[in-house]
């Protein structure tokens, strides 16, 4: 099992430009979530997805767009990316009734 | 709302040194705590948790103890090995996983 996988690794974006982070895990996990980690801060969630169609906020939506498209894939998405969403980016899984949480190996974004 | 502070790194160490980092945290009524690792270039992965006070998760070497009346989750390991340099975050959940809160994260480099 390659467990949580994320695309790409590492990205360089203008300002106003838009892009997808791509999130899949192979587990047959029913929950995905994206965090972003900032120096100082710790992690904070972005978006959740409890099961497959729905989707939830977390704690810092604004700016970002997310699609469960099947159990597997949850992508992130930044319509007009601005200087204040350089960060990494991870996207997690869990099984149903578990609270532990599997990471992917995150996704570098500056924004320039 | 529920948070989680913990110690300011870096933390440097030499090899078989005792290691302490502090983890405190503010929550209502009674949260998992969990204690994730993030090796360079990976995600995080969880190395251990206690679901009640009183609990010890242990894994690896590492331990912590759940302390309902100082609110702490303090990670100690007796000795350390070089492979052990990490970033270390602190981490509660009350209900579910998308209430999750993770600390600033410590980073720990052990020298030979």
């Known amino acids: 099992n390659a467990g949580v996988t994320q695309t790409p690794k590492f990205q360089v974006l203008k300002t106003g430009q838009s892009m997808t982070l791509q999130c899949a895990q192979d587990m047959n996990h029913n929950s995905m979530y994206w965090y972003r980690q900032d120096p100082g801060m710790g992690l904070r969630l972005i978006y959740y997805s409890a099961s497959e169609g729905t989707t939830d906020k977390g704690e810092v939506p604004n700016g970002y767009n997310v699609s469960r498209l099947n159990k597997r894939e949850f992508s992130l998405r930044l319509e007009s990316a601005a200087p204040s969403q350089t960060s990494v980016y991870f996207c997690?899984?869990?099984?149903?009734?578990?609270?532990?949480?599997?990471f992917g190996p995150g996704t570098r974004l500056l924004v320039l | 709302g529920n948070s989680v502070t913990q110690m300011e790194g870096p933390v440097t160490l030499s090899e078989e040194a005792f290691l302490t980092i502090n983890c405190t945290y503010t929550?209502?009524?009674?949260?998992?705590l969990f204690w994730y690792v993030q090796y360079p270039g990976e995600g995080l992965q969880l190395l251990l948790k206690a679901t009640k006070a009183d609990d010890k998760g242990s894994n690896k070497g590492f331990e912590a103890t759940y302390r309902k009346e100082t609110t702490s989750f303090h990670l100690e390991k007796g000795s350390v090995q070089v492979s052990d340099s990490a970033v270390y975050f602190c981490a509660l959940s009350r209900y579910n996983n998308n209430d999750m809160r993770f600390g600033a994260g410590t980073r720990l480099t052990v020298k030979p």
């Open positions: 929550a209502t009524g009674y949260p998992s």
């Open positions: 997690a899984s869990n099984p149903q009734g578990l609270k532990t949480q599997y």
